[in-house]
């Protein structure tokens, strides 16, 4: 009777653990539109139609790159720690270590790269934007935690820290005058505050968890092998 109780508890926790991510994911994207509309008016206000499009420009030549800074590991990332969540802590440093090496790689090429397609005028732009968008990936890697434990919740409050601090940096700058080097370090300001918040809750999280067993061997290699497919 005593094991039945506890599977049925536990399959209470599990189906109300789903909702709360249901809910907090619906109402993640609900906010995150309306908070992406405000910031695209105040882009276009504080930069004007040359400065947003300049912008608009330097963002999307970096998202070229950023698939390397991933390299795949935010999609296989969550199912490891689903399968072997013992492991969670050595999943999460050896995947945070090979996204810094490839994400090195990534903002090295597109540094280089972009004095060859007609960038060398927006050097500094440039290399704010691949820091934000390149080279935090591994500190926002471990934020897969949250996704194979269930907890999308907590990814949700620190996407909205990210997106509270980049409206009110953008309103602060409009009025300011600020130009577009003020306005991408604003924005990686307001990455910087997100990540804080998934670590600070990754950090609990883990502090509580039992110690992780040995490392396996070639833990690294085989999650770059699972990457490649994608």
Same mark, same amino acid.
């Given at each position: 009777?005593?094991?039945?109780?506890?599977?049925?508890?536990? =399959?209470? /926790?599990? =189906?109300?653990?789903?909702?709360? *991510?249901?809910?907090?994911?619906?109402?993640?994207?609900?906010?995150?539109?309306? #908070?992406?509309?405000? %910031? @695209?008016?105040?882009?276009?206000?504080?930069? /004007?139609?040359?400065?947003?499009?300049?912008?608009?420009?330097?963002?999307?030549?970096? @998202?070229?790159? %950023?698939? !390397? #800074? @991933?390299?795949?590991?935010?999609?296989?990332?969550?199912?490891?720690?689903?399968?072997?969540?013992?492991?969670?802590? @050595?999943?999460?440093?050896?995947?945070?270590?090979?996204?810094?090496?490839?994400?090195?790689?990534?903002?090295?090429?597109?540094?280089?790269?972009?004095?060859?397609? /007609?960038?060398?005028?927006?050097?500094?732009?440039?290399?704010?934007?691949?820091?934000?968008?390149?080279?935090?990936?591994?500190?926002?890697?471990?934020?897969?935690?949250?996704?194979?434990? &269930?907890?999308?919740?907590? #990814? !949700?409050?620190? *996407?909205?820290?990210?997106?509270? $601090?980049?409206?009110?940096?953008?309103?602060?700058?409009?009025?300011?005058?600020?130009?577009?080097?003020? $306005?991408? $370090?604003?924005?990686? $300001?307001?990455?910087?505050?997100?990540? !804080?918040?998934?670590?600070?809750?990754?950090?609990?999280?883990?502090?509580? #968890?039992?110690? =992780?067993?040995?490392?396996? %061997?070639?833990?690294?290699?085989?999650?770059?092998?699972?990457?490649?497919? &994608?």
């Amino acid at each position: 009777r005593a094991p039945l109780t506890t599977t049925s508890a536990e =399959s209470d /926790g599990l =189906s109300h653990r789903a909702a709360r *991510n249901t809910l907090a994911l619906i109402g993640g994207r609900v906010a995150g539109i309306a #908070s992406t509309g405000i %910031a @695209s008016v105040l882009l276009t206000r504080c930069l /004007g139609a040359s400065g947003y499009g300049q912008y608009a420009s330097v963002q999307a030549y970096i @998202s070229l790159f %950023a698939w !390397v #800074s @991933s390299f795949g590991l935010e999609a296989i990332l969550p199912r490891e720690l689903a399968k072997r969540p013992q492991l969670a802590r @050595s999943l999460i440093a050896r995947g945070s270590t090979l996204s810094a090496g490839t994400s090195a790689l990534a903002m090295g090429v597109a540094l280089i790269a972009a004095t060859k397609f /007609g960038y060398s005028g927006l050097g500094l732009p440039v290399l704010l934007m691949a820091l934000d968008i390149i080279g935090l990936t591994p500190l926002r890697l471990p934020g897969a935690f949250y996704q194979a434990d &269930l907890r999308q919740w907590w #990814s !949700v409050t620190a *996407n909205m820290a990210r997106q509270v $601090v980049w409206v009110v940096a953008l309103a602060v700058l409009w009025v300011a005058r600020a130009g577009l080097v003020a $306005v991408i $370090v604003a924005r990686l $300001v307001a990455s910087l505050a997100e990540i !804080v918040v998934l670590l600070l809750g990754l950090r609990r999280k883990l502090r509580r #968890s039992p110690d =992780s067993p040995a490392e396996p %061997a070639r833990l690294g290699w085989n999650l770059l092998g699972a990457c490649l497919p &994608l």
